[in-house]
């Protein structure tokens, strides 16, 4: 690993537990593993624009407009990013069983075909394989088991979209049960630590 893409998605700032855990583990990335390029993007305080008529407009030939050219120079940005990185590190909060807007924005402008994907008589393909994903995904409830499980669509959500682009190596950390008390989210977020070090290979201490 030798570039790592993090992306943020909770509106709550500071606050946001999974805003919490991933700079946690960045701070311990970047202690542990200085020569690692890090690039970030909080899409909650910064968020992208979301997909309308200019960037569909964009996608499909040569802009027209200033505004169809920004929203192409956009795409090509974000998707500089992704391609640029060995790691992709997101934030994904559950917003009514969903995920936030801003991330589902994200993603609208990264799939794109030609450049992360691409059609072919056996169907789509994804280009960017190679790629590891790890989704720390937060909730104020449980969703593991019973009716409950059908109604948390973040994780089917984004393995589709990240299956689509050619990402498949995707770890997802669930922290839930955040509003069943102190004592129950205080288990919750050690043992998201915990998992991230695992699987970052980083020294728990400083992880957390």
Known sequence: ???????????????????QLVD??????????????????????APIPHFGTDAVAAMG????????????????????ELKAS??????APLYNFGIASSLKSWFDHVMRA?????YSEAGPKGLLTGKRSIIVTTRGGSYAEGAAREMDSVVPHLRTML???????????VVDRLAFGP???????????VALAGLLGLRLNEAA
């Open 114 to 118: 030609g450049e992360t994907f691409s």
């Open 183 to 193: 004592e129950a989210k205080a288990a919750s977020v050690a043992a998201a630590q």
């Open 61 to 80: 030939g040569d802009p027209r407009n200033p505004a169809q050219a920004d929203a192409l120079a956009l795409s090509d940005q974000l998707i500089a």
């Open 24 to 45: 946690a583990t960045l701070a311990a990335l970047r202690d542990q593993r200085p020569e690692l390029g890090i690039t970030e993007r909080n899409l909650g305080t």
């Open 86 to 91: 060995d790691v992709l590190l997101i934030g």
């Open 1 to 19: 690993m030798t570039s790592l893409l993090s992306l943020r998605s909770s509106i709550l700032g500071d606050a946001g537990v999974s805003n």
């Open 163 to 173: 299956n689509f682009i050619g990402i498949t190596d995707q770890s997802f950390v």
